[in-house]
């Protein structure tokens, strides 16, 4: 394993085991919108499907999923995440309908054209794109589909945070950038990212106050106003929510 994955392990490692995260779970009091897109995105394709999971731990979308009917294959670096997630799903039954596996997302030990879908939180910023992209692309079937929700790294007042918080994130994690997505169209004719949380940060000050969220669904609908009418400032998001289809067997240009 090289140095970065292993940094990558030890460091999800303690953080499942220490609940590292914690500190920052506040912050995303804001995000339901985006959580409500993504579970959306999953059960309209879950009921008969074959799914991989990126990124996998105990409070992952598998669960769902398999009560939603799909047949899930859940992978993570890892070893705590995968313990967690199994004892989990051993103690909701779900053990038929679930396999968590300890597995590098950039090199899968699956065959090509293996899955219906595709999906992960907070994942992919995680990896080298590249290599992760053509993994997606290669166990897809050809009418696949890949859905993620991570986070944007182009908001100067979020990366400021980001430099104060070391401790709760690897060193190699980069929040994806606009030429990500370009990236991704590469190894998919089919590239849709929908954009979330920019004006509604400025709630999170207030999520003790008993309307909340009438407030946050107010900054969400400014948001998606702003979003539509002004395209270059969806950069500035706090998170995206990304749609891969039509993987490619090969690059443009390639044979």
């Not at 979308?61 to 939603?68: N, Q, V």
């Not at 000050?205 to 400032?233: H, M, T």
Request: net charge negative.
């Amino acid at each position: 394993m090289n140095s970065r994955l292993e940094r990558e392990r030890e460091f999800h490692d303690r953080a499942y085991a220490h609940d590292l995260r914690a500190p920052a779970r506040r912050f995303y009091a804001v995000t339901g919108v985006l959580a409500k897109w993504y579970r959306g995105s999953l059960s309209d394709h879950a009921p008969g499907a074959r799914v991989l999971e990126y990124g996998c731990g105990p409070g992952s979308r598998a669960f769902d999923l398999a009560r939603s009917g799909a047949r899930v294959v859940g992978i993570d670096l890892s070893p705590v995440a995968i313990e967690q997630a199994t004892e989990r799903g051993r103690a909701e039954g779900l053990e038929d309908e679930l396999e968590f596996r300890v597995m590098n997302a950039e090199e899968l030990e699956f065959p090509d054209a293996s899955f219906d879908m595709v999906c992960g939180s907070g994942i992919l910023h995680h990896l080298e794109l590249s290599r992760a992209y053509a993994e997606i692309a290669r166990v897809l079937k050809p009418d696949g589909i890949g859905v993620f929700e991570e986070p944007l790294g182009h908001n100067p007042a979020i990366n400021a945070y980001r430099k104060r918080t070391p401790e709760i994130r690897t060193v190699d994690e980069h929040p994806l950038v606009m030429s990500d997505f370009v990236l991704a169209e590469r190894f998919f004719g089919e590239v849709d990212t929908r954009f979330f949380t920019l004006s509604s940060l400025a709630a999170i000050p207030l999520r003790e106050l008993p309307g909340f969220q009438r407030i946050v669904d107010g900054l969400d609908s400014f948001d998606r106003w702003l979003f539509r009418v002004a395209p270059p400032v969806r950069r500035y998001a706090w998170m995206v929510g990304i749609t891969l289809g039509a993987p490619r067997l090969s690059e443009p240009g390639t044979s």
